[in-house]
């Protein structure tokens, strides 16, 4: 069965500096769909960053970067220069192929804390 | 980005009533519509995909019965806790594909916190 980990229950970064979030999963489905979002207090969730299982290049989307690993099954999320402003939870994703093509199953969950 | 709405934002019920909340696409027409649930603190989990015009299919866990769910039109989903129940106490929150889209990006709803006495 398709499965999400997120082993970091929380994440603390300076300001302006890099941090890394990572995310494992697995599936034996060849065609599959890493996502990332990010949760504010708000609750709304925010798309950040999509990696299709063949596309060769890294996502990046701005100060987003997914730094995909296919052989070791990681799609870890790395946010450049933070701000106070990605402090929240961030949440991994995998688009779910045999139960349906848009079903996404999420990983716990990383909260970041991003300190000035 | 499309957008997708909830309505409401929040609600309080008593315990025994049941509660309507909407899931509209406001700028495309969404065949397929999830809905998802919350607790605090932890993560999202699928409860089921509204179909446009047939039943939908509910996640394995998931009573029919109690969390009703109805795909009227090709903008709109609705999901009815019926006969709350404390335990019902939780972050809904909907999501739907935009079709029109190469890429598969979800977008979701702002989501409905109902909180029942």
């Known amino acids: 069965a398709q499965k999400i980990t997120q082993t970091q229950p929380g994440m603390f970064v300076q300001e302006k500096e890099a941090v890394t979030l990572d995310c494992t999963y697995d599936?034996?489905?060849?065609?599959?769909?890493l996502f990332w979002y990010k949760q504010p207090s708000s609750g709304e969730m925010i798309f950040l960053i999509y990696q299709g299982s063949y596309d060769e290049q890294n996502a990046t989307e701005g100060r987003y970067s997914l730094n995909f690993q296919k052989a070791r099954k990681s799609a870890n999320l790395v946010i450049s220069a933070s701000q106070l402003g990605d402090s929240a939870m961030y949440f991994c994703a995998m688009r779910d192929p045999p139960r349906g093509y848009n079903k996404l199953i999420f990983g716990a969950g990383t909260r970041l804390a991003v300190h000035p | 980005g499309a957008v997708v709405s909830q309505h409401p934002s929040w609600v309080i019920c008593k315990s025994g009533t049941s509660v309507k909340i909407e899931c509209r696409s406001l700028?495309?027409?969404?065949?397929?519509m999830f809905w998802y649930r919350q607790f605090p603190k932890q993560s999202l989990m699928l409860m089921a995909t509204s179909n446009e015009g047939s039943k939908a299919t509910y996640e394995q866990g998931v009573e029919k019965d109690k969390f009703l769910i109805n795909h009227a039109s090709l903008t709109l989903s609705t999901l009815t806790v019926t006969s709350a129940h404390p335990e019902d106490s939780s972050f809904y929150i909907c999501?739907?594909?935009?079709?029109?889209?190469?890429?598969?990006?979800?977008?979701f709803g702002p989501g409905t916190r109902l909180t029942v006495l």
């Open positions: 999501s739907a594909p935009d079709p029109s889209r190469a890429a598969d990006e979800q977008f």
């Open positions: 599936t034996s489905d060849q065609s599959y769909g």
């Open positions: 700028d495309f027409q969404a065949t397929t």
